[in-house]
């Protein structure tokens, strides 16, 4: 538990001083998006087994783009959508060298954000807030959950998180266990993007 701590304060201070490279665009959009973030403590609700995730930056904007390869979108199978988000080059330092593409940021919506927030387009440039994470079973960053995302320049932009439903203490699987406030099963993403093992033809996925 103390190394956990230890990790986290050390990852966390290393993000605040990287990331105040960021440019005078990406802050100006932050000052809006970063309203969309819930309390720290309520950054991991909803996510699959939480515990396997070090909270870098609970609430941290960035930007980029959507690509899809060498890996495209997939459905995972605990019911969240991984995206590769090849992002401006002042965060590239904050990946390490093994996220599941090279180069590219994870970023997963999850089976709450089903409704709320519309699948990422690919190839678009796009401003993204959320939760920037440490997955220490994979030993990669990634944004999940994602609250928000806007098209670049434009006012267009979709908006998720714990106040829109979703059960705040699911440790297994989202993909079964998802309700919202009014006790409906979650949207999700099935169906919407291909799954795991269609697009790389294993079975298993990272989750």
């Known amino acids: 538990m103390m190394l956990r701590k230890f990790l986290t304060l050390l990852l966390g201070l290393l993000v605040?001083?990287?990331v105040g490279t960021n440019s005078a665009s990406a802050q100006e959009e932050g000052l809006a998006l970063e309203s969309w973030c819930p309390s720290p403590e309520r950054a991991l609700e909803g996510t699959a087994n939480p515990d396997r995730l070090i909270v870098l930056d609970p609430c941290m904007v960035v930007t980029g783009r959507v690509v899809d390869s060498p890996l495209p979108q997939?459905?995972?199978s605990d019911g969240d959508v991984h995206n590769q988000f090849d992002t401006d080059p002042q965060y590239k330092i904050l990946l390490t060298d093994q996220q599941?593409?090279?180069g590219n940021l994870i970023v997963e919506l999850m089976p709450r954000d089903g409704g709320h927030l519309?699948?990422?387009p690919v190839g678009s440039r796009l401003v993204l807030v959320g939760a920037l994470v440490y997955?220490?079973?994979h030993a990669w960053t990634e944004m999940h959950p994602l609250y928000g995302w806007c098209y670049e320049g434009g006012d267009t932009c979709y908006r998720s998180g714990p106040q829109f439903g979703g059960n705040p203490e699911i440790t297994a699987n989202p993909r079964e266990e998802c309700?919202?406030?009014t006790g409906q099963r979650c949207q999700g993403y099935e169906g919407v993007v291909p799954p795991y093992e269609q697009v790389v033809g294993r079975a298993t996925d990272p989750g």
Do not use: K
Request: glycine fraction near 6%; proline fraction near 11%.
């Open 16 to 18: 605040a001083l990287l």
């Open 74 to 76: 997939y459905h995972a």
């Open 100 to 102: 599941e593409t090279p």
């Open 118 to 120: 519309p699948v990422l």
């Open 135 to 137: 997955d220490a079973g």
């Open 179 to 181: 309700y919202t406030e």
